[in-house]
């Protein structure tokens, strides 16, 4: 009656995040055990995370840097 | 007159302290700066906030709480001065956005890229551009919460207080937003395909 696959996609944020119960997290391994496609959409999920990451990483402007450090209160 | 060395002592406990902290904060930025860039709405609105930032922390040291977070200490202060500037406006009720489910950007780009089943390659079919404008695409109140979680590593408690919204509040945002970036990741990725 429940599709294993529909309530894998529903787990997949809260597992990837470590947040599920040891019940739910039971329940999620035992179906990704046995069900490649979930197993790679979850790896996609993670593979995802990092590259969106590193993708809008953006360096501190080294002028920015600079301004920051002049806003220190001067000692008396 | 003996009260003299005490308030000279004090005086010197007191600047090395506030030394310490501003070096401690300084030591931050960059991991400041990754966040901000994205809760402002353009590269010249988080320098400023940073500036705004930076020089509203260093007059208000005392109020840090030594031992405390203080990247989430900064991080308020930040995004309380990007509302009050306006430049994120406690906007009305914007339309809902479109959301996909979870599976559905991965299944996209499969199915494009003929049954690919390398995750890493799948991923690499966005390019960096494409992140970029999908995140952008994300309404505010979503995207706040991706920028502190994912990119800013902030738990849900510290975006919550950030933020100052309840925890629970912090997960359904977050959870839904990842769902609109993939659907919006989605759509700029198909639209090159075709």
Redesign the interface.
Known sequence: MNDPCAHCEEMMQPYLDHVLTDEEMDRAEAHLAECVDCRRRYRFEESLRIYVRKAVAEEMPAELRQKLAALRIPLE | MEAEPEEAQR?ATE?RD??RF?EDA?AL??QV??VA??LASS?EDA?EL??ET??RA??SWRSFTPGTNMRAWLMRILNNLNIDRGRRQQRAPQMQPLEA???Y???RL?EDGDGV?D??K???R?S?DD??TA?SAVPHDFRDVIVLV??GDFS?ADAAQILDIPVGTV?SR??RG?RI??RELAESALEEAT
């Open positions: 005086l600047a506030r030394v501003e300084l930025s960059d700066y990754r860039r994205y590269r320098d940073m500036q930076y020089a260093f007059r489910n979870d599976y950007l991965y299944d499969a089943s995750e890493d799948v991923v690499e966005l960096q992140i970029v995140l994912d990119l849900y997960m977050l959870h990842r970036l993939k």
